[in-house]
C-alpha cells in the first residue's frame, strides 16, 4: 500500500461539504508499513504502529468525520483540554 497524505475529516467518505467549511483538527496519514502519523493542524503529534496502528485504523474507516476527530483527539492523551497557558 503506498503512502497517502495527511487525511483530514473533511476527506472522509460521506462528509457533508458545507460541515467541512469549519476546520478540523486532526489528520493522519498511513505509510506503506502500516504505520499511523497523527497530526494536529498539520504538526506531527504521535506515530502509532504495529498492533496499535491496525486498532486505529480498523476504526477509523468505520466512524463519521466528527467522531474521528474525538478517537484522534483522544489518542493524543491529554491533548488541548483548554486549561494550559497562553
Do not use: C
Request: proline share 2%.
Amino acid at each position: 500500500m503506498a503512502a497517502r497524505t495527511p487525511r483530514s475529516a473533511g476527506d472522509h467518505p460521506g462528509h457533508d461539504a458545507a460541515a467541512g467549511a469549519k476546520a478540523r483538527d486532526f489528520s493522519y496519514q498511513v505509510t506503506k508499513d502500516r504505520t499511523v502519523f497523527v497530526f494536529w493542524h498539520g504538526r506531527r503529534v504521535m506515530t502509532v504502529t504495529g498492533r496499535d496502528a491496525e486498532k486505529l485504523l480498523a476504526r477509523l474507516e468505520r466512524i463519521d468525520a466528527d467522531a474521528e476527530q474525538m478517537v484522534l483527539a483522544k489518542l493524543t492523551g491529554n491533548f488541548k483540554r483548554g486549561n494550559e497557558r497562553r
